[in-house]
């Protein structure tokens, strides 16, 4: 449908329409639409050497040499101005699409004039650009960027401002369209170097750059009529449909494990699909090898997203920012247009609550939207329990239960994998308790120091240090409507060390044994984490009455010696939790604390009142945990999320100094359940109230959890 069209069809299109033109009616009068003549730098190294947290951004400015962090830092710097740099050049692509489509759908000519000037421009001093020389060496180097994957998305927003003009009847006169024809044949040389150069000399081709070098010659290809040189994109080594079958899983999720890099590539497929599909060619019903599609991958990331449509910070990429909002809105809005999959209806709800747009006024939904409000939001139905056994992801849901799991064991993913076997992230219709926090910009030192470690995951760590990366697996995974059990294994995290994580979820309560054995005659400390992202009641944290730290040690790679260095950071412990006095017949005593939702606060602890502060939740999640002689359960000061590292988080350290260890955790909704451990591997979860529901569970070796009541 063109965009005059909706404009007539659809009541929400008119209104979206003028939001943006006043967008750029204010940027026009700011003065700020002028095209940078230096080339920008790396975006990651646009980050708060102090803080941690991204600097901001505002395109309003013309001009910049000084950066503000959001605590009020001023950062000065070559490397912040070349961040910057990007930042502006990617703003006024941006532009120069929404200027086209706001001509598009009022037809008011002085749009198009904006956007075919920037055009033009752009085409104009892109060969003035050098190939970058101050690019780091492992990437592959553009002109306008350091990196040709920066240039490759930067142009494909730039392409297809120039394709919609076009159709709209647009005409570029003669010296307007040499520019860009020139434009055009040096993007394509430099995009088809970088593909040869990544396909055949360096025999990577499932990298995420191929889906973008080839989304970029796509637009190329487009915009000079080349169908030829479409169709042998589509089908060569590296192209399009042999990158879905490498760079996807069969289970529909992106290799490297991360939600992030799956949105990305997936944007980067839908692009060079739009492409094609200017040719008549439907690359959106293809499939990979082993049945890998778009629509897989959209589905997959309907499953992921928690109940409020936020999508799950796995691996590396940011918990949340702006410009991940709006790539998840572009390819959420042709999901639901294309492929009618209404369970991305939160997930592009969430991404437009994120960008301050609840109404989608975004140039995401003039472009890509179709329907009414109704459409576009429609009832869902409930979803259930899935397993990822290739990309190595399990979640659960029960019927009737508002808790529900998300647990890792896959592969360690690459360059973009965390130290993380058997994370869970344990979530309740009303927010998230137990996230992955998602990751800094890459320039910030904490990407290695603390985002990827296994302390900051939940999941068990050993005498400080991380896990090595390899592959979990799952021994066993059954779900029918009312119970899910997944059991997960490790055994490659630490040398002679087994792990087994055994989730059972029932339309009660969410039972979480963590089963750890060291096969040495050394004792060590292992390490369960937890760390909720929400107001937990603290009456049972008590300060430790002396000063004490945990000793995160983190080991780094010296690639000139290829010998490991070993650094430490000392994480401040606050204080301890402490259980209830009465014991059961094992010894083991219970601790009882809960988490209340709604709040975007952690546990704030008090040394002087020893209280938390309180805020009126919207739910409550009990926590009970079995304490057994000899545990620890510690309250741990650590960094904040990764949209604000400076904002101090709380976790839960449960430690025991042994060769065997077993941590029981359970959690329900609304009240609390009793736990009480019969033996060695069996236990028993009361659930007190009118109905007094009990279930009785046998950890065997074979067959994991059993019932036996």
Same mark, same amino acid.
């Given at each position: 449908m063109r965009l005059g069209e909706k404009l007539e069809k659809l009541t929400w299109a008119g209104r979206t329409a003028h939001i943006l033109k006043e967008?750029?009616?204010?940027?026009?009068?700011?003065?700020?639409?002028?095209?940078?003549?230096?080339?920008?730098?790396?975006?990651?190294?646009?980050?708060?050497?102090?803080?941690?947290?991204?600097?901001?951004?505002?395109?309003?400015?013309v001009d910049a040499s000084e950066f503000l962090c959001p605590h009020g830092c001023r950062i000065e710097g070559e490397a912040y101005r070349g961040a910057w740099l990007v930042f502006k050049h990617q703003s006024l692509a941006r532009v120069a699409l929404q200027s086209a489509a706001?001509?598009?759908?009022?037809?008011?000519?002085?749009?198009?004039?904006?956007?075919?000037?920037?055009?033009?421009?752009?085409?104009e001093q892109f060969p003035l650009y050098p190939v970058h020389p101050e690019a780091q060496g492992w990437m592959l180097k553009g002109r306008a960027f350091h990196q040709a994957l920066t240039e490759a998305i930067w142009s494909t927003t730039l392409i297809r401002a120039y394709l919609l003009l076009r159709d709209e009847g647009v005409v570029f006169e003669a010296k307007e369209q040499a520019a860009?024809?020139?434009?055009?044949?040096?993007?394509?040389?430099?995009?088809?170097?970088?593909r040869h150069i990544l396909i055949h000399e360096r025999n990577n081709a499932e990298n995420n750059y191929t889906a973008w070098l080839n989304a970029s010659l796509a637009c190329v290809y487009a915009a000079r009529g080349g169908q030829a040189a479409l169709e042998a994109l589509i089908e060569g080594q590296g192209g399009f449909k042999h990158h879905l079958s490498i760079g996807v899983k069969a289970d529909q999720l992106e290799f490297e494990g991360s939600t992030y890099y799956h949105v990305f590539v997936l944007r980067a497929y839908l692009i060079s699909a739009e492409m094609a599909h200017r040719f008549g060619i439907d690359l959106y019903a293809t499939t990979g090898a082993d049945g890998q599609s778009m629509r897989g991958m959209l589905e997959a990331l309907a499953d992921l997203a928690d109940d409020q449509g936020a999508l799950p910070a796995l691996h590396d990429g940011p918990l949340a920012r702006d410009p991940y909002a709006r790539e998840i809105a572009e390819i959420a809005e042709q999901g639901l247009a294309i492929y009618g999959i209404a369970g991305l209806a939160p997930v592009l709800r969430e991404a437009y609550r994120q960008l301050g747009a609840a109404g989608g006024e975004q140039l995401e939904a003039l472009l890509y939207g179709a329907g009414e409000a109704a459409d576009r939001?429609?009832?869902?139905?409930?979803?259930?329990?899935?397993?990822?056994?290739?990309?190595? =992801?399990?979640?659960?849901? %029960?019927?009737?239960? @508002?808790? #529900?799991?998300?647990?890792?064991?896959?592969?360690?993913?690459?360059?973009?994998?965390?130290?993380?076997?058997?994370?869970?992230?344990?979530?309740?219709?009303?927010?998230?308790?137990?996230?992955?926090?998602?990751?800094?910009?890459?320039?910030?030192?904490?990407?290695?120091?603390?985002?990827?470690?296994t302390a900051s995951h939940n999941t068990v760590s050993l005498d400080g240090r991380s896990q090595a990366p390899h592959e979990g697996r799952c021994v066993h995974f059954e779900a029918n409507?009312?119970?899910?059990?997944?059991?997960?294994q490790s055994t490659e995290a630490y040398e002679g060390c087994t792990m087994n994580r055994h989730l059972l979820l029932t339309g009660e309560w969410l039972l979480d044994w =963590?089963?750890?054995?060291? %096969?040495?005659?050394? @004792?060590? #400390?292992?390490?369960?984490?937890?760390?909720?992202?929400?107001?937990?009641?603290?009456?049972?944290?008590?300060?430790?009455?002396?000063?004490?730290?945990?000793?995160?040690?983190?080991?780094?790679?010296?690639?000139?010696?290829d010998a490991d260095t070993i650094s430490e950071q000392d994480l401040p412990i606050i204080g301890q939790f402490v259980a209830s006095d009465s014991v059961d017949a094992s010894g083991a005593s219970q601790l009882h604390i809960s988490y209340e939702l709604?709040?975007?606060?952690?546990?704030?602890?008090?040394?002087?009142?020893?209280?938390?502060?309180?805020?009126?939740?919207?739910?409550?999640?009990?926590?009970?945990?079995?304490?057994?002689?000899g545990d620890e359960l510690l309250a741990v000061q650590t960094p904040g999320d990764s949209v604000d590292p400076s904002q101090s988080l709380i976790a839960m350290l449960h430690r025991r100094n042994d060769r065997q260890a077993d941590f029981i955790h359970v959690y329900r909704a609304g009240s609390r359940a009793e736990l009480t451990r019969i033996s060695a591997q069996e236990i028993v979860i009361t659930v007190p109230g009118p109905t007094n529901s009990s279930k009785r569970m046998q950890l065997t070796a074979d067959k994991g959890l059993l019932f036996i009541n």
């Amino acid at each position: 449908m063109r965009l005059g069209e909706k404009l007539e069809k659809l009541t929400w299109a008119g209104r979206t329409a003028h939001i943006l033109k006043e967008e750029i009616d204010r940027l026009q009068q700011s003065g700020s639409l002028i095209i940078p003549k230096e080339p920008g730098g790396w975006w990651h190294q646009y980050v708060c050497p102090h803080h941690h947290t991204e600097l901001t951004f505002d395109s309003m400015q013309v001009d910049a040499s000084e950066f503000l962090c959001p605590h009020g830092c001023r950062i000065e710097g070559e490397a912040y101005r070349g961040a910057w740099l990007v930042f502006k050049h990617q703003s006024l692509a941006r532009v120069a699409l929404q200027s086209a489509a706001v001509f598009a759908a009022l037809g008011e000519e002085s749009y198009a004039q904006i956007s075919k000037r920037l055009l033009v421009e752009y085409a104009e001093q892109f060969p003035l650009y050098p190939v970058h020389p101050e690019a780091q060496g492992w990437m592959l180097k553009g002109r306008a960027f350091h990196q040709a994957l920066t240039e490759a998305i930067w142009s494909t927003t730039l392409i297809r401002a120039y394709l919609l003009l076009r159709d709209e009847g647009v005409v570029f006169e003669a010296k307007e369209q040499a520019a860009i024809d020139a434009f055009l044949g040096l993007l394509a040389g430099s995009m088809e170097e970088y593909r040869h150069i990544l396909i055949h000399e360096r025999n990577n081709a499932e990298n995420n750059y191929t889906a973008w070098l080839n989304a970029s010659l796509a637009c190329v290809y487009a915009a000079r009529g080349g169908q030829a040189a479409l169709e042998a994109l589509i089908e060569g080594q590296g192209g399009f449909k042999h990158h879905l079958s490498i760079g996807v899983k069969a289970d529909q999720l992106e290799f490297e494990g991360s939600t992030y890099y799956h949105v990305f590539v997936l944007r980067a497929y839908l692009i060079s699909a739009e492409m094609a599909h200017r040719f008549g060619i439907d690359l959106y019903a293809t499939t990979g090898a082993d049945g890998q599609s778009m629509r897989g991958m959209l589905e997959a990331l309907a499953d992921l997203a928690d109940d409020q449509g936020a999508l799950p910070a796995l691996h590396d990429g940011p918990l949340a920012r702006d410009p991940y909002a709006r790539e998840i809105a572009e390819i959420a809005e042709q999901g639901l247009a294309i492929y009618g999959i209404a369970g991305l209806a939160p997930v592009l709800r969430e991404a437009y609550r994120q960008l301050g747009a609840a109404g989608g006024e975004q140039l995401e939904a003039l472009l890509y939207g179709a329907g009414e409000a109704a459409d576009r939001a429609p009832a869902l139905e409930p979803r259930g329990s899935r397993l990822w056994p290739d990309a190595g =992801f399990v979640i659960g849901r %029960a019927a009737g239960n @508002p808790l #529900s799991f998300l647990a890792d064991f896959g592969e360690h993913g690459g360059s973009h994998g965390h130290y993380d076997k058997l994370h869970l992230t344990l979530m309740h219709t009303e927010q998230t308790l137990t996230p992955d926090f998602g990751m800094v910009p890459y320039g910030s030192p904490m990407r290695k120091s603390w985002f990827a470690e296994t302390a900051s995951h939940n999941t068990v760590s050993l005498d400080g240090r991380s896990q090595a990366p390899h592959e979990g697996r799952c021994v066993h995974f059954e779900a029918n409507d009312s119970t899910v059990y997944a059991w997960l294994q490790s055994t490659e995290a630490y040398e002679g060390c087994t792990m087994n994580r055994h989730l059972l979820l029932t339309g009660e309560w969410l039972l979480d044994w =963590f089963q750890v054995e060291l %096969a040495g005659e050394e @004792p060590k #400390s292992i390490e369960w984490w937890m760390h909720p992202a929400v107001q937990v009641n603290a009456e049972q944290l008590q300060s430790l009455g002396r000063d004490e730290i945990y000793k995160l040690l983190i080991e780094q790679k010296d690639i000139a010696s290829d010998a490991d260095t070993i650094s430490e950071q000392d994480l401040p412990i606050i204080g301890q939790f402490v259980a209830s006095d009465s014991v059961d017949a094992s010894g083991a005593s219970q601790l009882h604390i809960s988490y209340e939702l709604g709040s975007d606060k952690s546990l704030a602890f008090d040394s002087e009142s020893h209280a938390s502060s309180v805020i009126s939740p919207a739910a409550t999640v009990f926590h009970t945990v079995l304490v057994q002689p000899g545990d620890e359960l510690l309250a741990v000061q650590t960094p904040g999320d990764s949209v604000d590292p400076s904002q101090s988080l709380i976790a839960m350290l449960h430690r025991r100094n042994d060769r065997q260890a077993d941590f029981i955790h359970v959690y329900r909704a609304g009240s609390r359940a009793e736990l009480t451990r019969i033996s060695a591997q069996e236990i028993v979860i009361t659930v007190p109230g009118p109905t007094n529901s009990s279930k009785r569970m046998q950890l065997t070796a074979d067959k994991g959890l059993l019932f036996i009541n």
